[in-house]
């Protein structure tokens, strides 16, 4: 089994593959340009070095969360993602337009860090924005952050959510022989009990709200 690490050699790769099956050939071509662009576009890789980038697992060097939402530091609060980790993200992981992911993973090997890192980056997505502080103030400012957040907002915080538990499950069970429903479903179980094992219940309402929310757009 060959582990792809080298950009240049996963690219090849992954072109080959495109050319054997026209069925790969649109999910591959995405990965290529997403390689491509962190090899060679600068306004791409200068998020994640001042440096040529050769290897895929240089894209995952640092040692803290990357994937996160984080408040905007206007007065009027809303949520905003961190560019780098959406880059990151979707250079791993392919949208395939209802909701679920198609992993990079899934189509060459890549090395056991790699998995090991974005799986640490998902955790930590999922309790963003703000990492846990135990005490009362930083849960009632973060609750009163959340009541004043606007249905577009509450939206986009459910997609942010969905998103990341989507590709946390895609590369949980890619190559493994556990169903991606039940990996997902999991996830979502302990996202729900950390919410509320913490007390930030605030949380789960805003997302039940996003839900509410989307329901109504699509009866109308």
């Not at 959406?86 to 992993?103: P, V, W």
Request: charged share 30%.
């Amino acid at each position: 089994m060959y582990i792809f690490d080298n950009i240049t050699l996963a690219m090849m790769g992954l072109y080959s593959m495109g050319q054997k099956s026209s069925a790969h050939a649109t999910i591959s071509d995405y990965f290529i340009l997403k390689l491509d662009d962190i090899n060679h576009n600068k306004e791409v890789s200068k998020y994640f070095s001042n440096l040529p980038i050769q290897n895929i697992s240089d894209i995952l060097v640092e040692n803290y969360n990357e994937i996160f939402l984080g408040y905007s530091s206007e007065k009027k609060t809303h949520i905003i993602e961190n560019e780098k980790g959406k880059l990151l993200r979707e250079t791993f992981f392919k949208d395939d337009n209802n909701g679920s992911h198609i992993y990079l993973g899934s189509l060459i090997t890549l090395p056991s860090e790699v998995k090991e890192k974005l799986s640490h980056y998902f955790k930590n997505a999922l309790i963003s924005p703000n990492l846990f502080k135990h005490d009362f103030e930083s849960l009632m400012l973060d609750a009163d952050k959340f009541s004043k957040l606007s249905d577009k907002e509450l939206l986009h915080y459910k997609k942010f959510i969905d998103e990341n538990m989507d590709c946390y499950a895609t590369l949980l069970s890619t190559n493994s022989r556990v169903k991606k429903e039940d990996v997902l479903q999991k996830i979502q179980e302990e996202w729900k009990k950390t919410m509320l094992t913490n007390k930030y219940s605030h949380r789960l309402k805003a997302y039940d709200k996003a839900c509410e929310l989307e329901s109504e757009d699509e009866r109308f």
